[in-house]
């Protein structure tokens, strides 16, 4: 069932707050719908993020790139967040426009529920942070955006900001480091500098820029894939996971799928009452009991 409403002392920012304020590295799955936003609280994990590739992949079937729209990215990240009480990050892309349109969108994603939005400094249409072929915008135009987002949070917006560059692939670490120290600078809540490609530009980037800082852990990406305890010794704030749920359940359709073609009955992963149970058929049978009428 839905999360009932949270008093401003609970609301998703202030949960993000608490936890960034912990001191320990949080390991933070990525979602694509309700569902798996609500299997990876009922995991334990404290947090959790909805990835844009997912998204595209789950929701339009499409890649990332830059070819899903702010209104189906806030109205996929509504179902989310009210599916869970855990903080959830959502991918705000670009912004989806000017300075106008960040503020907008950060603003969008704060009613929807988000704890934090994502903003990066690549030039539309964007794509995935560890493919080919993406551009980053001009330094001015990186900080207005950020800017604006800042804005919009001091301004009465109930979201922390997350900033993203991927300048590391087009403009190489030093021009990343920088852009990431003057994301800091502006005031963004957590700094994320997309596809270093060693653990020394790991090292140097937690090194050289304040504040709580994202690492990517991407199966096969440009990134070293390093244990938690490790990313934590580094300086870490949260280790993000954004397509192992998707890669997994879209290796079981599939391995489900063959074994049917050739004639087989897949043998299911969970019991038919655990598959109800993880949907939430005991919670709204609960709830329901409350209004059945005396006989």
């Known amino acids: 069932m839905s999360a009932l409403p949270q008093s401003p002392m609970e609301s ?3 949960k993000l707050r608490q936890l960034l304020n912990s001191g320990s590295l949080l390991l933070m799955p990525c979602c694509f719908d309700a569902l798996s936003a609500r299997i990876i609280e009922a995991a334990g994990f404290p947090l959790t993020f909805m990835s844009g590739f997912a ?3 789950t929701r339009l079937g499409l890649p990332d790139t830059g070819l899903i729209s702010y209104g189906e990215m806030v109205d996929q990240g509504r ?7 855990i903080p959830v990050i959502g991918d705000g892309d670009t912004g989806y426009g000017n300075a106008m349109n960040v503020r907008r969108t950060v603003a969008g994603y704060a009613r929807a529920g988000f704890a934090c939005i994502m903003l ?7 794509r995935c942070g560890h493919t080919q072929g993406k551009m980053v915008v001009e330094r001015a135009e990186a900080l207005q955006r950020i800017r604006a987002a800042v804005d919009c949070r001091e301004e009465g917006c109930d979201i922390l900001i997350m900033a993203r560059t991927d300048a590391r692939a087009t403009h190489g670490f030093r021009e990343a480091l920088w852009r990431a120290q003057a994301f800091a600078g502006l005031g963004a809540d957590i700094v994320f500098l997309e596809a270093p ?3 020394e530009e790991l090292r140097a980037f937690c090194r050289e820029v304040p504040g709580p ?6 199966e096969e990406g440009k990134t070293p894939l390093l244990p938690p305890k490790r990313l934590q010794e580094l300086g870490f704030a949260i280790a993000a996971y954004p397509l192992t749920l998707l890669n997994h359940a879209i ?3 599939q391995q489900a799928l063959r074994e049917l073609k050739d004639g087989r009955q897949p043998q299911p992963p969970l019991s038919f009452a655990e598959l109800r149970r993880v949907v939430g058929f005991a919670e709204y049978s609960q709830e329901e009991e409350r209004y059945h009428l005396p006989d």
């Open 12 to 14: 998703p920012a202030n």
């Open 55 to 57: 998204v595209s992949a």
């Open 213 to 218: 800082k994202m690492a990517n852990m991407l």
């Open 197 to 199: 490609e060693s653990e």
């Open 251 to 253: 290796g079981a359709m």
């Open 120 to 126: 990066e400094d690549q030039l539309a249409p964007k």
């Open 79 to 85: 179902n989310i967040c009210a599916s869970v009480s």
